[in-house]
Nanobody, 123 residues
């Protein structure tokens, strides 16, 4: 059974940085594997932040581009999200997701989700 475990959330002031990590446990063969970071603020829909496929092809949401960097360590089945220049509007629960049905920003493309890690940015 695949398990997804996030870590690294916390509270920072505006302009600060955080690095999120995500371990994919019992990951299947990665022929069509895609991993991504999503976030959900209270009262808002879950939105894709960044995705990366097994070849390293990356896509970012406009809100993340230029400030966030997604990366992966294939040997460790670990995903990272480096977040710089954080803003109060980045405050949300951040989720790591993995799946094999397509590398898109749509949450329904991912079948495996972590519990989430809270990121709070104060002004």
């Amino acid at each position: 059974q695949v398990h997804v475990v996030e870590s690294g959330g916390g509270s920072v002031q505006s302009g600060g940085s955080l690095r999120l990590s995500c371990a994919i446990i019992n990951a299947p063969a990665r022929s069509t594997w895609c991993m991504g970071w999503f976030r959900q603020a209270p009262g808002m829909e879950r939105e894709g932040v960044a995705q990366i496929d097994q070849r390293g092809s990356i896509d970012y949401a406009n809100s993340a581009r230029g400030r966030f960097t997604i990366s992966q360590d294939n040997a460790k089945n670990t995903l990272y999200l480096q977040m710089n220049a954080l803003k109060p509007e980045d405050t949300a629960m951040y989720y790591c997701a993995a799946g094999t049905t397509g590398c898109t920003p749509a949450a329904e493309s991912y079948g495996h989700w972590g519990q989430g890690t809270q990121v709070t940015v104060s002004s």
